[in-house]
């Protein structure tokens, strides 16, 4: 390994051959006439951290979104071609996608707890979904969820008190434990730290390396020395195309492609 | 190697430029080194020795000041691929050609070792060429990193070889001499010596082609069974 990939990889080693948790073949999605992505086939391994970067409008927050179908949510938003959750296609009529929502959970770009207590926010999605049978079950649900989003020792004296009320990061936090509570398969994370200090981030990017165990995530992000930092496979997105994907490491210091070589180093391309 | 865009920041690029601008001074300050050290040592040339010597101090200041700037891009611009691979090289390439200056000085030291007026010419004339060889090696290095060619990179890293092979025969034919009468055993010693530190400046030649490669193609370069470079195919 050279010298610079060895830099990049010692965050986290990619486990190879991760099997496929995702899948996305031919994935085309159209806002109305226009459309905004062309045949993106992407494999999302599980246990790793796949990034997805590129220019604003590139698409990558749109294939984001259609692997929990939040697209959906968005008027004349079509979706061709097919997106796999292990075996099962996540657009089949036959699938309920507020179950599936709760397999594929999301953290967006601005934390946004809701308006209620600490233990509220995280306890609501366990409770609708019935997954905890008693308050005992509730509360080692949201108690665990805290300590894995690493906010207990910061908000257990306070769980009562409203979500709005921590600090930006803590916020952030707070709504990765909201959406690891209902135990989904796939987390998905669109620029999560874009709106946090470099502490925060810090922390948050901590805290992915450790969710990794556990869960499989996929990552928009507009930093590329973050995409290199937590995530073990990257896929550059232009223009609505998926141009390269592979390994972290590769990407950042030897791509293949001139456009994604363009991107990275911050050429005009 | 297709030329690449320019940076959207600009003085990124200037300070890219400037970087390969300075390890292509350094290139030419190390190969005047070497060519000047030669000469002193078979013309028994004092003056130009000790002016060698001195001039090392400005070699040594230039890797210096080329790791600087490298680790403070580094720190600020957390450059990525080709430019990652060219800063990172930079500081590799520096460090080789300081070696060299290293080597052109140890030689000049020792040409201020030999009495006498000049060398016996057939001692001469081995040492010559190997000089001459070495200092193509240097240039075809040098050219190859500075205009990113890796076939050019392979091509040196092989002609290797030739100069271990000449080092090789320079080793019997001066210890022939030192065999057929014991007083030229001063100066074949010094005369040995020597030829080792080209034979090495040779090896910096061959990493600086091989950072050329890895400049070029983001891969380290190959080694087929036989010993030789090949180009990593994809």
């Known amino acids: ?269 | 190697m297709a030329t690449l865009n320019e940076h959207i920041v600009s003085s990124y690029e200037e300070e890219l430029t400037n970087l390969a601008k300075l390890i292509f001074e350094m290139g030419g300050m190390v190969e005047v080194a070497v060519s000047s050290a030669t000469r002193a040592l078979l013309k028994l040339d004092h003056g130009l020795a000790r002016q060698t010597i001195e001039a090392d101090k400005a070699i040594d200041e230039m890797q210096k000041r080329i790791d600087e700037i490298a680790v403070s891009m580094i720190a600020r611009r957390q450059p990525m691929a080709t430019d990652l691979r060219a800063i990172i090289t930079s500081i590799h390439v520096a460090n080789d050609l300081e070696r060299v200056g290293d080597m052109a000085k140890t030689i000049s030291r020792r040409a201020l070792q030999i009495d006498g007026l000049s060398l016996a010419p057939k001692f001469y004339n081995g040492v010559k060429h190997m000089a001459d060889l070495i200092l193509r090696q240097l240039k075809a290095a040098l050219d190859a990193y500075a205009t990113r060619n890796a076939a050019a990179a392979v091509e040196v890293c092989n002609a290797d070889d030739e100069i271990d092979a000449l080092y090789t025969s320079l080793f019997r034919e001066l210890l022939t001499y030192m065999m057929e009468d014991p007083r030229n055993i001063t100066q074949c010693t010094h005369l040995l010596f020597c030829s080792k530190s080209l034979e090495r400046v040779g090896d910096h030649a061959t990493n600086i082609a091989e950072h050329a490669y890895y400049l070029e193609t983001g891969r380290q370069i190959g080694t087929a069974p036989d010993q030789h470079r090949v180009q990593v195919k994809e």
């Not at chain 1, 036959?94 to 959970?105: F, H, M, Q, T, Y």
């Open chain 1, 1 to 269: 390994m050279s010298l610079e990939s060895a830099a990049i990889a010692t965050a986290s080693v990619s486990r190879s051959n991760a099997p496929s948790k995702m899948t996305g073949e031919d994935v085309c999605v159209f806002y109305g006439a226009k459309q905004a992505l062309f045949d993106v086939n992407l494999k999302i391994e599980q246990f790793n951290v796949t990034s997805l970067i590129g220019p604003s409008g590139c698409g990558k927050s749109t294939f984001l979104r259609s692997l929990n179908r939040m697209n959906d949510t968005i008027e004349g938003c079509r979706v061709t071609g097919k997106i796999n959750l292990d075996e099962d296609d996540i657009y089949d009529p036959s699938i309920d996608v507020v179950e599936l929502r709760a397999r594929v959970g999301m953290v967006f770009q601005k934390p946004n707890p809701f308006p209620k207590s600490i233990y509220e926010n995280v306890a609501y999605g366990p409770r609708i979904h019935g997954i905890a049978r008693n308050k005992a079950d509730l509360d080692e649900i949201v108690h665990s969820s805290l300590r894995r989003a690493g906010l207990w020792n910061e908000v257990k004296d306070r769980l009562l008190e409203p979500g709005t009320g921590l600090s930006g990061g803590q916020q952030q936090r707070l709504c990765i434990a909201r959406a690891i509570a209902t135990k989904p398969e796939v987390l998905l994370m669109d620029e999560p730290c874009s709106a946090l200090d470099p502490i925060a981030t810090a922390v948050i990017e901590e805290l992915i390396d450790e969710l990794r165990e556990n869960f499989t995530i996929v990552i928009v992000t507009h930093s590329m020395q973050q995409a290199a930092r937590v995530s073990q496979k990257t896929a550059f997105f232009h223009l609505g195309k998926l141009i390269e994907e592979g390994k972290t490491e590769d990407i950042f210091t030897n791509p293949r492609n001139r456009q994604t070589q363009d991107y990275i180093t911050g050429r005009i391309g």
